[in-house]
């Protein structure tokens, strides 16, 4: 099984998303800002299978989150799904450009939509 | 001899002319009564009397003229001079009248105005000037002026280039302090028409502050809306959808499952008209992300026709794109805004046309190619089509409904999409009951080399 590790400091959404994933069999860790995402992504043994990050965050935003990750020789394998619903078509080069696998607006995207984007996301993965 | 004429309204001096020959008759008496009736009448004394009467007349007609002109000329000062009194009082009235009417005016506009003559001396200037600038004193000079705004926009500079161009010059948006103010520098001619002598210029303020405190928080506004809106509109429609996907086969009630159902559609609707409204601030305040780059027209074409195919089946209607037999030349332009404008201009056509086709096709131009949607539907009437392209054409009145989304700014948003990348966005032809073509143009990526 697989786990999707959603930071999303709003917690209506990542209770939405939470639960998105989970009806689609995903097995779900939340984070709800950047810094503690990022320390419990360190720490914690099982590392998951994709991370969902949004870029608005208090503390630490997504960009530096993303960074850090990649930077990090333990975590760079992760692929990282931006979710945002930034329409700053420029972020979207930027983001894959420091190694996000994926740029998807919240809104422009059902609950089913994203669930599927990051299933195929692992498919490709894999 | 002479005729003396002066020329007054009220008196007139009139000297008749002195006839000579006719000896004076009291002299002539007078000289009979001293020397005797009995003397006689001799041609000489006769040519005596007429030079002594000539003589006589003339100095008669002399001292009556000089008296008569002195008394006159001294009357005639008095009054000349009276009235020149009455005329400087009446005229320095109506001077000071008309300055009071004119600085009153010059104060009363919330502006701060300033006339300037060649040498940069002010000639005139109203209060708002010192209260815009945050002057203290008020027998501020053209340099007090200038040193109140920033050194970059160089007002020495631009008041110059004003008197020697003869033209007006608009500087927008200068800070000064915590203020920004706009201000326009015009010459002031002689003649209007023919725009010779400037006599200076005028100077004008204009505090735009509020209006950027305005401007600011609409920008803020939108991107409040475009995040702080756009969060829990997901969440809506996010939990309606899961409801729908995995809960829909848990639910017994049917009204429940249909309550769902109208939930999520509403939720829908609800985005795609805060998208609309996103879509147009930022196309208004040029803030979008338009970014033109050379592609194929054809390949988008296909694309969109493709992704409403379904939509026009479900109503029976044909969906054709009649390609172009040679290739067509690149344009220069956003996909994606051209993608949008494409489902825009396509799905109007499917939603207004009850039977038959909507026909897609490409017209090629010099400098650009033309693309036309031309539908079998419901036509639009003259005074409709007038209507068109324009803000909320839909929300007075719902029969003017020419618009997916239902906000009634697909078109206006097109409308402004197409304009953006250069190109001309028409109704070409709609006559109602039978049809209308609809038609937006796309400048070329390589202009032709005109022979």
Known sequence: MHTVFIVEDNKDLSRMYERAFRLNNFEVEVAFDG?????????????????????????????????????????????????????????????????????????????????????????KAE | ???????????????????????????????????????????????????????YFNFDADRTLTER??????????????????????????????????????????????????????????????????????????TDIVLRFPKETDITENCRLCVTEKRSIELKDISIGKKFVRVLISPIFLNMHTKE?????????????????????????????????????TV????????????????????????????????????????????????EQKSSNIIAEAFDLTQIISEAAKELQELAAKKNLELRFDVPKEALPTVMADKDHVM????????NAINYTHEGSIVISVKSFSTFLKVLITDTGTGISPQNQALLFRKFQQAGNSRLVRDVTGTGLGLYISKLIIEEMGGVIALEESIVGKGSTFSFTLPLAVQSPTI
């Open chain 1, 35 to 123: 810094a503690v995402a990022l320390e419990r992504l360190q720490t914690m043994k099982g590392k998951p299978s994709v991370i969902l990050l949004d870029i608005i965050m208090p503390n630490m935003s997504g960009i530096d989150v993303l960074r850090a990750i990649k930077q990090d020789d333990t975590l760079k394998h992760i692929p990282v799904a931006i979710l945002t619903n930034s329409l700053k078509k420029e972020n979207t080069e930027l983001f894959l450009s420091l190694g996000a696998s994926a740029y998807i607006i919240k809104l422009e995207n059902d609950a089913k939509d994203v669930v599927d984007r990051i299933a195929k996301l692992l498919t």
């Open chain 2, 1 to 55: 001899m002479f005729v003396r004429t002066k020329q007054h309204p009220k008196n007139q001096v009139r000297v008749e002319p002195i006839i000579m020959n006719t000896p004076h008759k009291v002299l002539v008496r007078q000289i009979k009564k001293f020397l005797g009736a009995s003397i006689v009448i001799s041609p000489e004394w006769e040519k005596l009397l007429e030079a002594i009467s000539t003589t």
């Open chain 2, 69 to 142: 002109s002195m008394d006159l000329s001294s009357k005639e000062l008095i009054e000349i001079n009276r009235g020149i009194e009455e005329k400087v009082k009446t005229r320095t009235k109506e001077f000071q009248q008309e300055h009071a009417r004119l600085l009153a005016s010059v104060s009363s506009f919330p502006l701060g105005l300033l006339l300037f003559d060649p040498d940069n001396t002010i000639i005139l200037r109203n209060e708002n000037v010192a209260s815009i600038l945050e002057i203290a004193t008020p027998y501020y000079t053209a």
């Open chain 2, 197 to 233: 002598d400037v006599l200076g210029y005028t100077f004008l303020i204009e505090d735009v502050t509020e209006q950027k405190i305005l401007e600011r928080s609409k920008e803020e506004f939108f991107s409040i809306a475009s995040h702080e809106l756009r969060t829990p509109l």
């Open chain 2, 236 to 283: 809506i429609r996010g939990n309606a959808s899961i409801l729908q996907h995995f809960y829909m086969d848990k639910i017994a009630d049917a009204e429940v499952r249909e309550m769902i159902g109208d939930m999520l559609t509403s939720s829908e609707r609800l985005i795609r008209m805060v998208n609309d409204f996103l879509d147009m601030s930022r196309l």
């Open chain 2, 340 to 347: 949008q404008v494409l489902i825009n201009l396509i799905a």
